[in-house]
């Protein structure tokens, strides 16, 4: 399965778990980086020096690439960003912000730089401001997400007209049936972040995950669009903003209900009513919690399954 | 390209044109089916004389299979059910409605039955009533629309687990990697609106086919939410709909506001600010207006091209 994106990454598959708050610690990325796809430590829910151990634990557990995904308007991310270089990261996905920011930067001290993107217009700024590789996150995706609200179905192909950079295909992929519709899209690659959030290896918390492989569908929708459109699970506090939303609050009102910490406490320390629980629509598609480096592997044995079946058209 | 779908509807190819109200008529049915794959008359912006003339203008200008589309809710549909039955139309694609309510009486008249749905609980209400194959229709495809808002990348693997029906998906596909990657992920064939709505023979006005093979990503979005979901192009209606939404107006009111024939009004009639533009989110990868016949064509030829380079991999 060589292609663009493993040598890029030097890993021997396509595959890369995301960097989710509070779910990518040193224990998911190594497992993935291991079983050979990329690990992503996720540094949105860190600071500097718990980045720090999270490197360096990782890179004890793994001799593999992994990779850190740092959301560029992260109020820490200048201080991130030290801490990557001086720990010679191999590779950065960033996101949430503008890739002319710290390419060049990253670029010098020796380290790939993946972008994030929902839209066209920004993969054509990846483009110019040189970016080894981007990612295309549809609609479907769990968290932060675009505002045109373009599924990976479209947005993929509409990506790959556009620019000829290495393409991962983000959104609403968990089987490897998942990343043979995305490669057949015109993607080299793909970036699981529900999927791998609900193995072992996760930190989410166990009350998290025992909900997330319960959803079916429509149990997710996207909320806080006023502020930053945001794919959530439809617990009590969805349905506050939900009907602040309904009678026309504004963004101030509802940047207040949001408050700070919402997402730690729902996701990390497992509280299903108060908290913000990110998730992506494919959770209804996910029904166990397995060891991730097992999740790598029944991706590629069903990839190739699914290839050698769908040539039989 | 033989398969449960093809076998089914007596087609060349498992691509079928959607019966959207406003751009499929017999021209456009008789195009598709003439190519090799199955045409749908749409049923939903006829009364019963109108629709027996377009069958028996199909009928005249092919002699291979095609369909007609019949939205169960539409206040003539049972009117319309006698004609379909009268004129003996080899199968009918129902929608908005309960499967049951017509499954036997057509199966009688020695009509197939193919029903659409846009979640599982609908896919088992199509087994129990005994309908031949589904249409699974994912979040970006254009007009009415399911309320869980759930993509095709998502839907389809989760029907194809919940039930053994013959498969055909439809939201978002629009080309041959379209169709390959909807048969990734477990689909049999494929329905698509948009892409046929946006040729020659489709009945729409050349005002609403021109804006369309302009859009942009972004530029169609899901609205009406508060009455029954739909996927128009952002115009001045839909900003009307969007502020009354905002500033928290009832089901009523919006009703009021949508009031009759907008539908008309845009596609048919070319008012483009005024109008109900139905269109999916794909229209942004659509950028020209060839023959039906092309595009069918065009779909087969692509999808052998991205099935031999897929496996490559």
């Given at each position: 399965m060589e292609n663009r994106i493993t040598s890029?990454?030097?890993?021997?598959?396509?595959?890369?778990?995301?960097?989710?708050?509070?779910?990518?610690?040193?224990?998911?990325?190594?497992?993935?980086?291991?079983?050979?796809?990329?690990?992503?430590?996720?540094?949105?829910?860190?600071?500097?020096?718990?980045?720090?151990?999270?490197?360096?634990?990782?890179?004890?557990a793994t001799d593999k690439p992994f990779g850190v995904n740092m959301p560029l308007m992260f109020y820490l991310a200048d201080d991130m960003?030290?801490?990557v270089i001086e720990e010679r990261v191999p590779v950065v996905f960033t996101s949430a912000g503008n890739?002319?920011?710290?390419?060049?930067?990253?670029?010098?001290?020796?380290?790939?730089?993946?972008?994030?993107?929902?839209?066209?217009?920004?993969?054509?700024?990846?483009?110019?401001?040189?970016?080894?590789?981007?990612?295309?996150?549809?609609?479907e995706a769990?968290?932060?997400?675009?505002?045109?609200?373009?599924?990976?179905?479209?947005?993929?192909?509409q990506i790959r007209k556009a620019t000829n950079l290495p393409l991962i295909a983000a959104g609403g992929i968990a089987t490897g049936a998942g990343m043979l519709a995305a490669m057949a899209l015109g993607a080299e690659g793909v970036q699981m972040g529900t999927?791998?959030?609900?193995?072992?290896?996760?930190?989410?918390?166990?009350?998290?995950?025992?909900?997330?492989?319960?959803?079916?569908?429509?149990?997710?929708?996207?909320?806080?669009?006023k502020l930053s459109p945001t794919r959530l699970i439809k617990n009590d506090f969805f349905k506050l903003?939900?009907?602040?939303?309904?009678?026309?609050?504004?963004?101030?009102?509802?940047?207040?209900?949001?408050?700070r910490g919402r997402a730690k406490l729902g996701i990390f320390d497992g509280n299903l009513s108060d908290g913000e629980l990110e998730i992506g629509q494919v959770a209804s598609l996910v029904r166990d919690?397995?060891?991730?480096?097992?999740?790598?592997?029944?991706?590629?044995?069903?990839?190739?399954?699914r290839k050698k079946a769908l040539s039989e058209y």
């Open positions: 890029l990454l030097g890993t021997a598959y396509p595959i890369i778990s995301g960097g989710m708050v509070w779910c990518s610690g040193w224990r998911l990325a190594a497992a993935v980086s291991e079983a050979g796809g990329l690990g992503l430590i996720g540094a949105g829910s860190m600071n500097p020096e718990l980045l720090r151990e999270h490197i360096r634990k990782c890179r004890a960003m030290k801490v890739p002319k920011k710290w390419t060049q930067t990253l670029h010098d001290a020796g380290i790939k730089v993946v972008h994030v993107v929902a839209n066209t217009k920004f993969a054509l700024k990846c483009e110019e401001a040189g970016v080894d590789a981007i990612v295309a996150e549809g609609f769990g968290g932060h997400n675009g505002r045109e609200e373009t599924t990976t179905m479209v947005l993929i192909p999927r791998f959030a609900l193995t072992q290896e996760s930190s989410a918390s166990d009350a998290f995950k025992e909900l997330c492989i319960g959803l079916n569908e429509g149990d997710t929708m996207l909320s806080l669009k903003i939900e009907d602040a939303e309904n009678r026309g609050a504004s963004a101030e009102e509802i940047q207040e209900l949001l408050g919690l397995p060891k991730a480096g097992d999740v790598v592997r029944m991706m590629v044995c069903e990839f190739e399954e």
